[in-house]
Nanobody
Framework: QVQLVVSGGGLVQAGGSLRLSCAAS????????MAWFRQGPGKEREFVAR????????SYADSVKSRFTISRDNAKNTVNLQMNSLKSEDTALYYC????????????????WGQGTQVTVSS
């Protein structure tokens, strides 16, 4: 198993940046593909980005492509989400997720979840 702790949320003005981090403990971090999801008010949890175990494969939701960057540091057991050019529609609770296989965009595919961190973008 792996335990995930998310940090880095907060309040930012539109156009600003935030960096989220997800620290993992438990089994070897490099054994897990990682992903970020978010859930806005009254919305379903949606895929944001994912990264393979080695970090060599990444993919993004169309809504965040070119603005967000997912990365991982297997030596530090962390996965990060750099969010630039934030928009009000990015306001949501952000979660990191892990699975032993590089999964798709459906939240139900992921076995392990961290707690959410709130990101609020003011316009």
């Amino acid at each position: 198993q792996v335990q995930l702790v998310v940090s880095g949320g907060g309040l930012v003005q539109a156009g600003g940046s935030l960096r989220l981090s997800c620290a993992a403990s438990g089994r070897t971090f490099s054994s897990y593909a990682m992903a970020w999801f978010r859930q806005g008010p009254g919305k379903e949890r949606e895929f944001v980005a994912r990264i393979s175990r080695s970090g060599g494969i990444t993919s993004y939701a169309d809504s965040v492509k070119s603005r967000f960057t997912i990365s991982r540091d297997n030596a530090k057991n962390t996965v990060n989400l750099q969010m630039n050019s934030l928009k009000s529609e990015d306001t949501a609770l952000y979660y990191c997720a892990a699975d032993s296989t590089l999964r798709g965009t459906w939240a139900g595919e992921y076995a392990y979840w961290g707690q959410g961190t709130q990101v609020t973008v003011s316009s």
